[in-house]
């Protein structure tokens, strides 16, 4: 069965570094989205992408974060720099309609 | 502000036990999603609904749009049961609202 990918599973990195997140999304699925959760909080929402560019993003999804689909299997998630507060496992999932939600397993983000 | 809001926060069944656990919702949305999440972190979507009840097994999950509730229910509970239930929300938007998840510890 086909499964929502992501790379690295853990990514330790020096506050005000820059760091990117990748998905390999479902092939064939449309909608794309990041979520990050805060150890011991509830997911949040950061970031929906559909037809090559952001559909929604939340108050969280500041001009620290991008996304991208360089390549059209990849997803990617960019934070400029890093901050201690940004340490939190980041999912992304993919969807064939706008409600469906197909979860990765996540990267664990540490910023040192 | 919480847009979905979940009870109860803990749970501890006995094995075999009926369980339940409540979802309501401030938003206007498109569908709702009951997932659950084990220890290691990793997401399962269960159910979308956007109305009426939808089972899976042991599951049942049931949403009322007009009381913007909703309720999942485990028949026959399992240890293997226990884990995090998550309601979420897409929203009238591209947008999900999550609540803060209800810990299930089924004990044999």
């Known amino acids: 069965e086909p499964e929502v990918t992501q790379t690295p599973s853990h990514q330790v990195t020096q506050m005000g570094q820059e760091v990117i997140l990748r998905c390999v999304p479902i092939s064939n699925h449309l909608y794309f989205y990041w979520y990050r959760q805060i150890l011991g909080q509830k997911v949040e929402f950061l970031v929906s992408?559909?037809?090559?560019?952001?559909?929604?993003k939340s108050e969280i999804f500041d001009d620290q974060f991008s996304v991208e689909r360089p390549d059209g299997s990849n997803f990617t998630l960019k934070i400029r720099s890093t901050k201690l507060e940004d340490s939190a496992m980041y999912f992304c999932?993919?969807?064939?309609?706008?409600?469906?939600?197909?979860f990765g397993p996540g990267t664990r983000l540490t910023v040192l | 502000k919480n847009e979905v809001e979940q009870s109860p926060q803990n749970l501890t069944a006995q094995e075999g036990e009926f369980i339940t656990i409540n979802c309501s919702y401030s938003v206007g949305i498109s569908a709702l999603h009951w997932l659950q999440q084990h220890p290691g972190g990793g997401i399962v979507s269960l159910f979308m609904?956007?109305?009426g009840k939808k089972k899976h097994g042991r599951l049942i999950a049931t949403i009322n749009i007009q009381e913007k509730h909703s309720s999942l229910h485990i028949t026959a509970s399992h240890p293997r049961d226990s884990a995090v239930y998550i309601c979420a929300v897409s929203g009238t938007g591209n947008q999900f609202y999550f609540g803060t998840g209800t810990s299930l510890t089924v004990i044999p």
């Open positions: 999932a993919s969807s064939p309609t706008r409600n469906e939600q197909f």
């Open positions: 992408f559909y037809n090559n560019e952001i559909s929604e």
């Open positions: 609904l956007s109305s």
